[in-house]
């Protein structure tokens, strides 16, 4: 087995170890964002559960102090750009890269932009690329959340890193072009064995977020 198929593979068994594990979130999210016919409070709470599975509303956080329905706009902003939803990093082009990074950048926006009151204090929220993108992730599948597992992950493996740019997005395409033969395989196993089809966005997210996730061996498992 190839070091990326013991990668892949050991982050998606757990799913199958436990049927309610919160890696799912991702599945019932991203699921719910590529049917036809959504509705705008449901998806809400879809993403509302997949952040804060994936530890976006603890400690600090200024969504820890909202409703599920903070993400109104966002999400219908986000339903009208799935033109890059399921994008397939081995053929996109310079022009999708600058729409991901443009998409990175509203969503940010939006929230700093209109969130002002966090615990009756007005106060500036600190949208981070790791909340921006696995927002993305969860809803489109067109890029990777970039958390400090996923950044440790490309940067063992000497991949373009200097923050989120075009640079680095290019770099894991090129990645995936290298070894398109074993994520096109492990992408057919795991829809067999899910019913969904993973976009090849989240199969890079996957490889990498393991490789950083299995260098902190200490950290808890409910970490990211």
């Given at each position: 087995?190839?070091?990326?198929s013991?990668?892949?593979?050991?982050?998606?068994?757990?799913?199958?170890?436990?049927?309610?594990?919160?890696?799912?979130?991702?599945?019932?999210?991203?699921?719910?964002?590529?049917?036809e016919?959504?509705?705008?409070?449901?998806?809400?709470?879809?993403?509302?559960?997949y952040?804060?599975?994936?530890?976006?509303?603890?400690?600090?956080?200024?969504?820890?102090?909202?409703?599920?329905?903070?993400?109104?706009?966002?999400?219908?902003?986000?339903?009208?750009?799935?033109?890059?939803?399921?994008?397939?990093?081995?053929?996109?082009?310079?022009?999708?890269?600058?729409?991901?990074l443009?998409?990175?950048?509203w969503?940010?926006?939006w929230?700093?932009?209109?969130?002002?009151?966090?615990?009756?204090?007005?106060?500036?929220?600190?949208?981070?690329?790791t909340?921006?993108?696995?927002?993305?992730?969860?809803?489109?599948?067109?890029?990777?959340?970039?958390?400090?597992?996923?950044?440790?992950?490309?940067?063992?493996?000497d991949?373009?890193?200097?923050?989120?740019?075009?640079?680095?997005?290019?770099?894991?395409?090129?990645?995936?072009?290298?070894?398109?033969a074993?994520?096109?395989?492990?992408?057919?196993?795991?829809?067999?064995?899910?019913?969904?089809?993973?976009?090849?966005?989240k199969?890079?997210d996957?490889?990498?977020?393991?490789?950083?996730?299995?260098?902190?061996?200490?950290?808890?498992?409910?970490?990211?």
């Amino acid at each position: 087995m190839t070091d990326i198929s013991r990668k892949i593979l050991n982050f998606y068994s757990q799913l199958e170890v436990d049927k309610h594990h919160r890696y799912k979130s991702w599945e019932h999210c991203y699921s719910y964002f590529c049917k036809e016919n959504t509705e705008l409070d449901t998806a809400c709470l879809h993403l509302s559960f997949y952040l804060a599975s994936w530890g976006m509303y603890r400690g600090s956080s200024f969504l820890l102090w909202k409703d599920y329905l903070i993400h109104k706009e966002v999400v219908s902003y986000l339903l009208n750009n799935r033109n890059l939803q399921g994008l397939n990093i081995e053929t996109a082009t310079e022009e999708n890269f600058t729409e991901i990074l443009s998409l990175i950048a509203w969503v940010k926006n939006w929230y700093q932009d209109n969130i002002k009151l966090v615990k009756g204090e007005y106060r500036l929220v600190n949208v981070t690329d790791t909340l921006a993108t696995k927002i993305i992730l969860g809803t489109l599948g067109c890029t990777p959340a970039y958390d400090r597992y996923f950044i440790d992950g490309i940067r063992k493996k000497d991949l373009s890193y200097s923050g989120i740019n075009s640079t680095n997005l290019k770099s894991l395409s090129q990645f995936y072009k290298n070894n398109e033969a074993q994520f096109s395989s492990l992408s057919k196993d795991i829809s067999h064995r899910s019913g969904i089809t993973y976009p090849s966005m989240k199969l890079i997210d996957m490889y990498f977020w393991q490789i950083g996730f299995e260098n902190y061996p200490k950290l808890t498992k409910n970490e990211n």
